[in-house]
C-alpha cells in the first residue's frame, strides 16, 4: 500500500526512531524518495531527533527513556491520528528532559539588577553576562513598566528615527509611549487608548484602537504624540488575526483587516484603494520594488499596484490555509519567500523567482512563526531556527531554540531571544548557525532590534533593554 501524504506526516517520528514494522517502514521509504515535500518534513524531524539527543549529553536519562518515548508516540498514533504526532513525540521527550536536566545541573542565571522605580527614569548603564567571543555587554538604559505578553504582535515595540515606541498600561488605560531611543528618557505619552501592534516610521507612529466597537487605524505625531487621523474599517472577526500596519514610501500606509487591505495615504489617512480577498483566507503583506504591494494569502501570492490595488501578476500557491494566522513574506533582492499556515497545521513555505513569476520551490515546515531572508538565505523559526539555500530550499544548518519571537538580522548574524530556562538573547552566525554572542537572563518573546551599535529587546517583566554590541554585528 502506498501511504498518502497525511499517513506520511503522522508517523515520521516513529520512522525517524525506527518503531515503525518493516514492511511499514519500507512503504514510507517509497514514499519518501518521490515525495520532495514530504522528505524535507522526514529532514526536520530527524533534525530535531539530533538535537534532543545533543540536548541530553549532560544529563542522561534513565534507561528506559528512548523506549517510553517509542511506546508514548507508537500508543498516541492508534489512538487519535489526525493530531500532530511530531509534536506531542516531542512534548513528552521534552519534558522528560527537562526533569532529567533539573535533577543533574542548576539552570543558568543572570544575577538581579536594579530597575528603575518610575517610567520616567532610566537606569543607569550596567553590565549583563555574555558569551561566545563579546566583552560584558553594557547596559546603555532601561526602562521599566512596558506592556508584554507571550507570543503577541500587539505589545512588540517599533524604532523610527530616534525614538522607541512601547505600549504602557491595561485595557482602557494602554497609551503609546515614544521614548528617546539614547537616553531611555521619556517624550510622550498619547492622549488616547491604543490596542498596541504598533509601527513607525520618521514622522508618524500608528497604532490599532478600538473605534465604536469596529478596529480602527490610529496615527500620531511623531514629535509629540498628537493625534493627526483615525481610519475606521470594519469590524473584524475575533478569528481573524490583527497585525501591525505596513509604513511605505511615498506617505503611504498599508494595514490589513479582516480578509481586507487598506492602502492609505499616510498625510491625512485618505484611503486610497481598497481590495478584500476574504475568501483566500488570512494575508501577509511586503513592500515590492517600485511602490508595489506583495500581498500572500493561502490561495497565491499577489503582485499589487501601489496606486492602484490592481493585480500586476500572481502565482498560485492553493493552500489550505489558516484563518488565524497570516502568512509571512520575506525578500532577498533575487527571490520571493512565502510560509502559509495549513489549516491542518504546519506551513507551507515557497520560493517565486520575480522575473519569471514562477514558482522556484516549495517545501513543508512543521512550523513557521518567524520569516526572514538576507543575501540568498532564507531563515525560519518554528519549532527550531532553520537557515535553508534560497535557491533550492534545502536546509544549510539548524539550530534548537525555545520560544517565538521574531528573527532579525544585522551583520551577518541572526538575532533571536530563546526562552528556554532562565531566558537569553543570541545571535547566530548566518553562515554555520553557531554562537556568536549569547546573553544569559532576559527572557523575550518580542524581536531583538539592532539599530548602530545599540540592541533593544522587551522582557516578559516589561522591562525594555538597550543594549550596546560589543563585538561581532557591531557597526
Known amino acids: 500500500m502506498n501511504p498518502t501524504c497525511p499517513e506520511v506526516r503522522e508517523e515520521l517520528e516513529l520512522y525517524v526512531l525506527g ?39 549532560r544529563a542522561v536519562p534513565s534507561p528506559g527513556f528512548e523506549q517510553a518515548v517509542r511506546s508514548a508516540a507508537a500508543a498516541e498514533t492508534s489512538a487519535e491520528r489526525r493530531r500532530s504526532r511530531l509534536r506531542r513525540a516531542l512534548a513528552a521527550a521534552a519534558v522528560a528532559l527537562v526533569s532529567a536536566g533539573l535533577a543533574a545541573a542548576g539552570g543558568r542565571w543572570l544575577a538581579a539588577r536594579a530597575l528603575p522605580r518610575g517610567p520616567d527614569a532610566p537606569a543607569g548603564g550596567g553590565a549583563l553576562a555574555a558569551s561566545g567571543g563579546t566583552r560584558p555587554i553594557l547596559v546603555r538604559w532601561q526602562y521599566q513598566g512596558a506592556r508584554a505578553a507571550p507570543a503577541s504582535a500587539a505589545e512588540r515595540l517599533a524604532i523610527a528615527g530616534a525614538s522607541l515606541y512601547v505600549l504602557r498600561g491595561e485595557g482602557t488605560r494602554a497609551r503609546v509611549v515614544a521614548v528617546n531611543a539614547e537616553t531611555g ?15 513607525a516610521d520618521e514622522r508618524r507612529v500608528y497604532s490599532l484602537a478600538s473605534e465604536g466597537g469596529r478596529i480602527g487605524l490610529v496615527a500620531l505625531r511623531a514629535s509629540d504624540g498628537a493625534t493627526l487621523w483615525r481610519y475606521a474599517a470594519g469590524r473584524a472577526s475575533p478569528l481573524e488575526p490583527l497585525s501591525p500596519p505596513l509604513p ?9 483587516v479582516g480578509g481586507t487591505i487598506h492602502m492609505l495615504d499616510a498625510r491625512d489617512g485618505r484611503a486610497l484603494w481598497v481590495r478584500s480577498f476574504a475568501d483566500e483566507g488570512a494575508i501577509g503583506c511586503a513592500a515590492a520594488p517600485g511602490g508595489n504591494l506583495y500581498a500572500v494569502t493561502g490561495k497565491a501570492l499577489h503582485l499589487l499596484a501601489g496606486r492602484s490595488g490592481d493585480e500586476l501578476w500572481g502565482q498560485r500557491l492553493d493552500v489550505p490555509a489558516s484563518r488565524h494566522a497570516g502568512a509571512l513574506v520575506a525578500l532577498d533582492g533575487q527571490r520571493i519567500y512565502c510560509a502559509v ?51 533550492t530550499g534545502r536546509t544549510l544548518w539548524a539550530c534548537a531554540a525555545a520560544g517565538c519571537g521574531p528573527l532579525t538580522y544585522a551583520g551577518g548574524l541572526v538575532h533571536l531571544a530563546d526562552s528556554g530556562g532562565a531566558g537569553r538573547l543570541r545571535a547566530l552566525d548566518e553562515r ?44
Not at 488616547?192 to 501592534?197: E, N
Not at 491542518?344 to 519569471?356: H, I, K, M, N, Y
Open 185 to 199: 528618557a521619556v517624550r510622550w505619552e498619547s492622549a488616547s487608548p491604543s490596542l498596541g501592534y504598533l509601527a
Open 341 to 391: 499556515p495549513r489549516a491542518d497545521r504546519g506551513s507551507e513555505l515557497f520560493c517565486v523567482d520575480p522575473a519569471t513569476h514562477r514558482l522556484a520551490w516549495r517545501r513543508g515546515l512543521p512550523d513557521a512563526r518567524s520569516l526572514i531572508a538576507s543575501a540568498g538565505t532564507v531563515f525560519v523559526r518554528g519549532t527550531r531556527v532553520l537557515a535553508l539555500d534560497g535557491a
Open 248 to 256: 511605505l514610501a511615498d506617505d503611504r500606509a498599508c494595514w490589513t
Open 432 to 475: 554555520t548557525g553557531r554562537t556568536a554572542w549569547e546573553i544569559d537572563g532576559l527572557r523575550s518573546c518580542d524581536a531583538f532590534i539592532q539599530v548602530g551599535a545599540t540592541g533593544y529587546v522587551v522582557t516578559q517583566n516589561g522591562v525594555v533593554h538597550a543594549i550596546a554590541i560589543s563585538g561581532p554585528g557591531a557597526s
Open 19 to 57: 518503531a515503525l514494522p518493516a514492511a511499514r517502514e519500507a512503504e514510507l521509504q517509497r514514499h519518501l524518495s518521490s515525495c520532495p515535500v514530504c522528505r524535507a518534513a522526514e529532514e526536520d524531524c530527524r533534525l530535531l531527533m539530533d538535537d534532543l539527543r545533543l540536548s541530553v549529553e
